[in-house]
């Protein structure tokens, strides 16, 4: 019906990596697929869909060719029924191919991706040259805009590329990125994280680079988050418990927060230790705070989820926070915390002892989980009290 050599010869006449990246998500899988000799490899379905994903086809031929390959298989002899292919449907899915497959080839948004491709490649961009490029970029569709980012996240942590093609994909990486879904950006924090696992430092370094610039360090697997984000915490809290506190948190908070994505999720293991340890640097020393990092502070705070006000709560409980709650001012903050946080939870018991943490007196509050209504209301979400 149609030879998977001419949709061979349109991939190849279009950009070979670009498909491939688009086509091909396994990295050791990728490496062996290399000029348009490898597109031999491919299965021809594969091919087809891939085809399809990179706008090298319609939508519409896509369909035609499934809806053939359906009634292909319906009415083979591998599935004996009572319906057969007659000439006439042939013919008409024949003329359908030329048409939709054969006789068209990738026009509008898809021909601006193989020029920007190709610009990156062989041109020395300003951001003067960029601004139109970006316009364009946002009215690229899903899954065009994802094959894309996969290729220039491909083309810039390869380290044979020129540097001027790396500056390119610099100018341009960030826009491309925020039209991208999350599904587009997780599978690139996966692909960090395969290069790491595959000892390929080089690699990883410019990965992590990429992911930095277009602030994606929040879009790796939760296994490598919880060692970056313990890490950056621990880092964090020493320079808040240090000399020159208030000046040196800003950049340590600042790195624990590019792990944190909007939805304030976090790897189950560093949970507890990221809520206690922004709680107590938003809350003070007693002296104060570090003013240039309350922003931050705040931000996260903001998008903290259930799991992160119920563990807020249970700092009730513990001891370094008792400490600094005897204190007014920390005692001060920690309710102003509580007050916001009520208006996030929609579970009534967290609601009821936040207000009771809002309306306690201040000088009380490091004693009032030991007051027998704290103590009901704290079990009733699960948080053991101090004896």
Known sequence: MLSPRNLREKVARFDLDYFYDSVITDNERRLKFKDENDLERLDD????????????????????????????NY??????????????????????????VLGKEPSGPVIGVRKLLNSLRQETLSKDDVEPI??????LND???????????????NSKISAYTRNNILLVAKEIWEVCSDEAR?????????????????????????????????????????????????????????????Y??????????????ENGDTPDSISKRYVKIITMCKI?????????????????????QERHITTFIGLLSDNDVLSRLANSLCSKNYQIIAKKLVQRTTINNVKTILNLI??????????????????????????????
């Open 45 to 72: 379905w594969i091919l087809v869909q891939g085809c399809n994903k990179t706008g090298i086809i319609s939508e519409i031929g896509y369909r035609h060719l499934d809806y053939i390959r359906d009634m292909r």
């Open 75 to 100: 009415a083979s002899a591998a599935h004996p029924n009572h319906n057969e292919i007659t000439g006439l449907d042939l013919a008409n899915w024949l003329q359908k191919c030329i048409i939709e």
């Open 134 to 139: 970006k316009l364009a970029i946002q009215n």
């Open 143 to 157: 899954d065009i805009s994802q094959s894309l980012l996969r290729t220039i996240f491909g083309m810039f942590t």
């Open 186 to 246: 997780y599978d690139v924090g996966l692909k960090h994280d395969s290069l790491s696992a595959n000892g390929e430092v080089t690699k990883v370094k410019f990965a992590r680079s990429f992911l930095e610039l277009v602030d994606g360090l929040a879009y790796l697997s939760p296994n490598s988050r919880s060692v970056e984000i313990n890490t950056d915490l621990e880092t964090l809290w020493i320079s808040h418990i240090s000399w020159n506190n208030f």
């Open 248 to 261: 040196n948190e800003l950049p340590n908070a600042r790195s624990v927060a590019a792990f944190i994505p």
């Open 284 to 304: 003070g020393n007693g002296r104060g705070t570090a003013h240039d990092a309350e922003e931050i502070y705040d931000r996260l705070i903001n998008c903290w």
């Open 358 to 387: 809002v309306d306690a007196p201040t000088n009380t509050l490091s004693k009032s989980s030991q007051e027998l209504r704290f103590k009901e209301r704290l079990r009733t979400i699960g948080i053991k009290t101090l004896k």
